[in-house]
């Protein structure tokens, strides 16, 4: 089955910095790439999300690109607000998601006033 | 708005009971999920179900059982609960479909099951 590696597990960086998360998926098959921001208390909520026909895609602040040849995928948040702060899980699925998710661990990013 | 609820935010049983955690969604969605989250292994496909009656296994089904008899409800079942089953379950459900946006999963707020 997929496996995804995610690092780093904590990112701490100070508020107006950009942060950049990545992840490593291992089944070829796999075509579709959430990436969820879960805050304490809540559940996961998806903030991005990329196809495999598809190498970058850009929400605002957010981007988010895909390199299939290496199989990795990342998350970058450009000028980070204290509300940035929360853990960041991606997923990868062979079945366009509609099979479930495999997530990697998450990481807890900290913005630092 | 999308809304996944769960019936309960906080749980806890004694070893061996049978748990139901229910979860409902109001947006006519085929789809549904359980996931298991727990510190540092980050979210795990128990079951899914694409449709009434329907059900598929994830990762990790062992020690636990679903039902879905209507399209909005997907209920998960531990037969007899165990004190490694303690950890928080998370209910999402999506709309399959040809377009990215209809594959998203929503999820719920999730219930934090204590098994003493």
């Known amino acids: 089955g997929e496996n995804v590696e995610q690092h780093p597990s904590t990112l701490s960086v100070q508020e107006g910095d950009s942060a950049v998360i990545k992840c490593t998926y291992s089944d070829s098959a796999s075509n579709y790439f959430p990436w969820y921001k879960q805050e304490l208390g809540k559940g996961p909520q998806l903030i991005i999300d990329?196809?495999?026909?598809?190498g970058e895609k850009k929400d605002q602040r957010i981007a988010v690109t895909l390199n299939k040849t290496a199989k990795h995928f990342s998350l970058h948040i450009t000028e980070t607000q204290p509300e940035d702060s929360a853990v960041y899980f991606c997923a990868a699925s062979p079945g366009g998601g509609a099979d479930g998710l495999t997530f990697g661990k998450g990481t807890h990013l900290i913005i630092q006033p | 708005d999308v809304k996944v609820t769960q019936s309960s935010r906080y749980l806890v049983k004694r070893t061996g009971e049978k748990v139901f955690l229910e979860c409902v969604q109001d947006?006519?969605?085929?789809?549904m999920f359980w996931y298991r989250q727990d510190p540092g292994l980050g979210l795990r496909l128990i079951y899914f179900s694409y449709d009434v009656k329907m059900k598929e296994k994830g990762d990790i089904p062992e020690g636990y059982s679903v039902s879905r008899e209507k399209k909005e409800r997907f209920s998960l079942i531990l037969e007899s609960a165990s004190t490694n089953q303690t950890s928080m379950y998370l209910c999402?459900?999506?709309?399959?479909?040809?377009?990215?946006?209809?594959?998203?999963?929503?999820f719920g707020p999730g219930t934090r099951l204590t098994v003493l």
């Open positions: 947006m006519d969605h085929e789809n």
């Open positions: 990329i196809r495999s026909n598809v």
């Open positions: 999402a459900s999506s709309f399959p479909g040809l377009a990215a946006s209809t594959d998203t999963q929503y």
